[in-house]
């Protein structure tokens, strides 16, 4: 195919993308301002299978987690053709159907009614997305895909385990007769249950330890897949957690089994710290941004986790169990758009200079200054700092864990505080990451020749780029309005009054926590934002105003030196002090060797080596491995190439089931 | 004195003895861990006589006295008086990092909270946060015992403890008896002064520290 | 409503309290240590005359700085002074159970522009292209991370009894909270104390007077800096010790007027100049009796203020 078809293959495959994610948004927005009601669209579509009734169904929470897929999908649609043009690598056709079918499964897989569709669904997604990261070719794709189908597939069984034992149950696929059959649930049949959900979503949400594929996985995609993967897809997982755990298991009446959320708090304190420790010691760009991820989900868990704790159980309790759940949720859409921004800008990096290593860039800022400033948009989002969107869910986090940790008795919210210093430590560590990738990246003299002829990303690409920074922006000052959103999907899982009436008792302006009873914690971020605005202009003012002495220019003193970009600080330089304080947890390896002249005190060449390896990866994937080749070749061992042993084989086989399973 | 404030102020020098613990467990130095452990066993003196003036007990105003003069005065005099004799490094040597250790120090506070839960008719209402905080601060002696290569340290770790020993009889209801209370103080005077010798004989004939020592064994 | 707008104004009055006072307190501090080491030291004005020197200057760029490097001074400022509306220094009205007239923001939110000012510095510290804003930077947010859990910890200390982490709220609850000053206040207190010298950057965690790369946290981040530039850093680095103070003392030892009539306001300033200089002295003789730590034992010494507050949040809930 000509270069031609591939340009208008691709601008159709997007214009495709971006309308179906327009066409998504606008039904999620309807379906988010239905109110209160119930199921508000049931959609039954034409019957595939002769055992099974297929049917959509569209409420609060599928809803709102479609507004988080198309946002993002937009913005990938939007940038998607510059930078497939600037960084193709394999066919056109791969891409395009393979993203569209991607951003279809997940919109389906949202809105399934039935066990058939979702798992369905599910499985498509799953096969989209692989064929996008290995559609490069390279013997990294290859490897990543291969971990990642694995272990999706590990957790797709889990999954199909669970659904079937709710089907026998409910003798129908329908998720309304599902949700019925389980109220009879006996106890522990019900909590394993849960947790065997738990573990197959939580392979694909990426909570530790299930998350090894993903910082292998997601890096090989192109951009704005990963965006795509990292933004959403895990957002798909969430979705699932949330409609076992608080719809179709939960009780018919009384609290959620406290192991429930205990389990996930637990598990999301965890997935927070790990994911963020290791994201410190990369310089891959994208694979920080894939462990960044691992973090997040682990902040969302605790909101989810904390929400578990407190559902159901009347008075104030529920009011916070409200606060949390919305917390999580708005969390979710933050992540995705500020998580999508920062894919997108590495994307646009990368086409710049056609290199992800923070170590052979540096300097960007002065050739790429949009991508730039945006990159830097993202990053304050990310690490929880006001005015911006990430730092309101985590307010409300905390305000959930706080006065949730007063209404549990003593050592349950002391526990429940120990998990808040938890998310405190995230957040300062997340800080330092994102000061380390945007100053090695960005700022500084350009360290190899990649760097010092990147140009400013194409006019599109920079289009889908503003656009989630708006989100980020919006929410981020206007949250009130953003509260309006979750009333749907909270009301839809907890009941009672949704968050527009509990978080924001005095207006859409301001944020209040726990105002319904005691003194309650108010803030407004717009106002706060305002004053900012106005200061921080007065001192920009202050700054600029012309001087009779002048601006000028003159080199960084480097102790007399001419200054190169040797001179300049490294990630891995940047790192060392924590590397150092949690060596416990990284277990670093360290690898010097010298080489020396004539005398031993003269140095010829020295080489220095440090590792920091994924522990989760070293001490149960590789064992699981080496366990299970092991367990090949003894099996191999016993097969001799004979027709006559095999025969045996299957003879000995039906013996045995006729034996057990013949009689009755 | 009354009931409440002398309470109040139990409370306070309950949480003034968790503070100096933390310091003696972070103590990089010998004389900053020994001058700490006398001002604790100071506040121990202390909180006898307020609950001796509070309760009316003449006993208390005994053990008041006995800790003032023996564990605030005469034994931090006696391992000074080692330092110095055997010219010891003042720095001390640690087995596991210090962090690791206030991390089970925070865990043994947790457990002994816990623990004391269940123990609530067996104090005084006056004493309120006594007991438990009594029984850590012995633990965290013993923890700081076990982790220190300093013999020294041992000494220190083990007064601190007694301090602890000394805090839970007086959370305990009806008190301990003050012949008790005397035999107690009694033997820690034995042990230091036995410690004190060996340090001295083992330092001045093999040269070495305590520490050193692991060749018994099987 | 009335008291509506005498809320907003009171807030920007004691923010420009705060930040007129912040140089004074630092020169303060010089004053104390100068004359604990036996010599006269500069006057107590002397930072505003720095000060003024600096705004008045030019400014001298490194040649591979972007516009980020100039324009992020003024953020840092403008995100210092937006800390410094959010506590109260005089004035703090008892609510009856609703929340707080001002809805500006909590504790978390101070935390967070003080975050965020941080972050800027550190970022723009990599800009100029050298070892010592980068090595500066590392280490700063190295600090900033152990402090961070200590901080919160503190916070919930004292808002789980309040039942609000916001700061006005919390210097104006009722009378029973801020007569019993207790065992666990005390251990807050202890590792808020040393937080206060972590975070304002003082011996023992950094030393605010050298210039050596290799004994600098703060000071490396902004060598670069010049003229007016600088001179917002240092603006703001006064504005934040100063901020700090006044959020130990709204934490612990909240003596704030509860009306608008002037007698309880000339109290309430009188209360938080004593305060201040009880701080100051504290962190001048603090800095005079220690040596500076080795970086890599930081972390111990930091932990000491995490268990601190570990053991006072235990305290209050057990």
Redesign the interface.
């Known amino acids: 195919m000509s270069i031609r078809t591939f340009r208008v293959t691709r601008l159709l495959g997007h214009a495709v993308l971006l309308a179906g994610a327009l066409a998504g948004a606008g039904v999620a927005l309807y379906g988010m301002s239905g109110g209160a009601s119930k199921a508000i669209l049931h959609v039954p579509l034409p019957k595939f299978f002769p055992f099974a009734d297929l049917v959509i169904v569209l409420d609060g929470l599928s809803a709102f987690f479609l507004l988080a897929v198309s946002v993002v999908a937009i913005a990938a649609a939007v940038y998607g053709p510059a930078y497939l043009k600037a960084h193709a690598a394999s066919s056109p056709i791969v891409e395009v159907l393979g993203i569209n079918f991607f951003a279809g499964s997940m919109a389906l897989v949202l809105c399934a009614g039935d066990a058939l569709t979702f798992l369905l669904a599910w499985e498509g997604m799953t096969l989209a997305s692989y064929a996008l990261v290995v559609a490069e070719g390279k013997k990294t794709n290859t490897h990543a895909g291969l971990i990642y189908i694995v272990m999706a597939h590990a957790g797709t069984a889990l999954l199909m385990v669970v659904f079937l034992a709710l089907t026998i149950r409910a003798g129908s696929f329908d998720f309304a007769a599902i949700r019925q059959a389980a109220l009879s649930l006996p106890g522990p049949e019900r909590s394993i249950l849960f947790f065997l959900a738990l573990a197959g979503f939580g392979v694909k949400a990426g909570v530790v330890p299930l998350h090894v594929w993903l910082p292998q996985a997601h890096p090989a995609a192109p951009s704005h897949v990963s965006a795509l993967m990292s933004g959403v897809m895990l957002k798909v997982a969430i979705y699932g957690i949330l409609r076992f755990g608080l719809d179709l298991l939960a009780p018919v009446s009384g609290p959620l089994p406290a192991s429930w959320g205990w389990t996930v708090l637990v598990l999301g304190s965890l997935s927070a710290i790990i994911g963020v420790l290791y994201a410190l010691q990369q310089h891959d760009l994208k694979r920080l941004l894939a462990f960044h991820s691992v973090e997040n989900v682990g902040i969302i868990l605790m909101g989810i986790g904390i929400a578990m704790l407190l559902a159901h159980r009347g008075g104030a309790s529920d009011a916070l169990a409200a606060l949390g759940l919305a917390a999580a949720l708005l969390h979710t859409l933050n992540h995705a758009a500020f998580k999508g921004l920062l894919f997108l800008s590495a994307g646009a990096v990368q086409c710049a200079t056609h290199e992800l290593n923070m170590e052979e860039l540096g ?1 960007l ?2 050739r790429m ?1 949009w991508t ?2 945006l990159f ?1 948009l993202g990053a ?1 989002a990310i ?4 005015p911006l969107n990430g ?1 309101v869910s985590e ?1 409300m986090t ?2 959930a864990l ?2 949730g ?2 209404v549990l008795n ?2 349950s ?2 526990a429940v ?2 998990s ?6 995230t ?3 997340a ?2 990451c ?3 990738a ?3 990246t ?4 350009p360290r190899s020749s990649h760097a010092r002829d990147a140009a400013e990303a194409a006019p599109s690409m920079l289009a889908g780029m503003v656009l989630l920074a708006a989100v980020c922006v919006i929410i981020g000052v206007l949250p009130g309005y953003a509260m309006r959103l979750l009333d749907a999907p909270v009301m839809r899982l907890l009941g009672g009054a949704g968050p527009s009436a509990l978080v924001t ?2 207006g859409p302006l ?1 944020l ?1 926590a ?2 319904s009873f ?7 971020m717009t ?2 934002f305002a ?3 106005i ?6 003012c ?4 012309p ?12 102790c007399g030196m001419a ?1 190169v ?1 040797r ?3 490294t990630a891995t ?6 590397r ?2 949690f060596a416990i947890l990284y277990q670093p390896k360290r690898t010097v060797s010298k080489q020396t002249g004539v005398s031993p005190y003269v140095l010829r060449q020295l080489h220095w080596q440090s590792d920091v390896v994924d522990l989760a990866q070293i001490h149960f994937y590789n064992r699981l491995q080496s366990f299970v080749t092991r367990l090949a070749q003894a099996v191999r061992r016993r097969s001799t190439g004979r027709i006559h042993d095999y025969i045996g084989y299957v003879l000995i086989t039906l013996l045995v089931t006729l034996l057990l399973f013949g009689r009755g | 004195m009354s009931i409440a404030l002398a309470s109040y102020l139990i409370g306070i020098i309950g949480s003034l003895l968790l503070l100096t613990m933390i310091v003696i467990l972070e103590a990089g130095d010998l004389y900053r861990a020994i001058y700490t452990m006398a001002v604790q066993s100071f506040l121990i003196a202390l909180a006898g006589a307020v609950l001796g003036s509070a309760t009316g007990n003449i006993d208390l105003w005994v053990i008041a006295g006995l800790t003032l003069a023996v564990k605030v005065v005469a034994l931090p005099w006696l391992l000074l008086m080692v330092i110095h004799r055997m010219r010891i490094h003042r720095k001390i040597e640690v087995l596991m990092p210090v962090t690791v250790t206030l991390a089970i120090a925070a865990a043994i506070v947790m457990l002994t909270f816990y623990l004391s839960s269940s123990l609530g008719s067996v104090t005084q209402v006056i004493t309120g946060n006594a007991l438990p905080i009594g029984i850590s601060l012995m633990l965290i002696g013993i923890l700081v015992m076990m982790s220190r290569r300093t013999a020294l340290m041992q000494m220190v770790g083990l007064f601190a403890s007694e301090n602890g020993i000394f805090f839970t009889a007086m959370a305990v209801s009806q008190g301990m008896p003050l012949i008790i209370e005397i035999g107690v103080t009694l033997d820690v005077i034995l042990g230091a002064l036995v410690m004190g010798v060996i340090i001295l004989r083992v330092k001045s004939s093999i040269g070495s520290d305590i520490a050193d020592l692991d060749e018994l064994k099987g | 409503m009335e008291l509506a707008k005498i809320s907003w104004i009171s807030a920007l009055g004691q923010a420009a309290l705060l930040v007129m006072l912040g140089p004074l307190v630092t020169g303060v501090i010089q004053k104390i240590k100068a004359r604990l080491q036996c010599r006269q030291g500069a006057g107590v004005t002397q930072p505003y005359r720095d000060l003024v020197k600096l705004f008045r200057k030019g400014t001298v760029q490194a040649d591979t700085a972007s516009p980020f490097f100039r324009i992020a001074p003024a953020l840092v400022l403008g995100a210092t002074l937006a800390a410094a509306l959010l506590v109260p220094v005089i004035f703090a009205p008892v609510t009856s159970g609703a929340a707080t007239l001002l809805p500006l923001g909590d504790a978390l939110l101070l935390l967070g522009w003080l975050a965020l000012a941080r972050f800027l510095t550190a970022a723009a510290a990599l800009d100029a292209g050298g070892a010592f804003g980068g090595m500066g930077a590392s280490r700063e947010m190295t600090v900033a991370t152990l402090v961070e859990p200590a901080l919160i910890l503190v916070i919930f200390s004292v808002a789980v009894v309040a039942g609000t982490t916001d700061l006005g709220a919390i210097a104006g609850h009722p009378v029973a909270m801020r007569a019993s000053f207790g065992a666990s206040d005390l251990l807050a207190l202890f590792a808020m104390l040393i937080l206060l010298i972590a975070e304002t950057g003082r011996i023992p965690v950094d030393n605010p007077d050298t210039h050596l790369e290799l004994t600098m946290l703060h000071e490396g981040m902004l060598l670069e800096h010049s003229g007016p530039g600088l001179g917002c850093l240092v603006l703001a680095n006064h504005t934040k010790q100063i901020v700090l103070m006044a959020f130990v003392q709204s934490l612990f030892f909240p003596f704030k007027a509860a009306g608008m009539d002037p007698l309880a306001l000339a109290l309430g300033l009188l209360a938080f100049l004593l305060g201040a200089l009880a701080l100051s002295v504290f962190l001048a003789v603090v800095e005079s009796m220690y040596a500076k730590l080795r970086f890599f034992n930081l972390p111990q010494f930091l932990s000491v203020s995490l268990l601190s507050a570990f053991l006072a949040v235990a305290l209050r809930l057990l």
């Open positions: 300097g800022a002065r200054p730039a400033w830097l304050v690490s929880a700092l006001p730092f307010w905390f305000q706080i006065l940790s007063a003593s050592g919210g002391l505080i120990t808040a210093a938890a998310l405190a430590l957040g300062g560590l800080a330092a994102f000061v380390k945007f100053g090695v960005f700022l500084g003299r008792v005095r301001v209040s726990g105002g005691g003194t309650g914690t108010a803030v407004s106002a706060a004053l900012f605005g200061m921080a202009l007065a001192a920009l202050v700054v600029f105003w001087r009779s002495a002048g601006t000028c220019r003159a080199p960084t003193w480097t200054p970009s001179f300049d600080y330089a940047f790192a060392k002090p924590l150092f304080i």
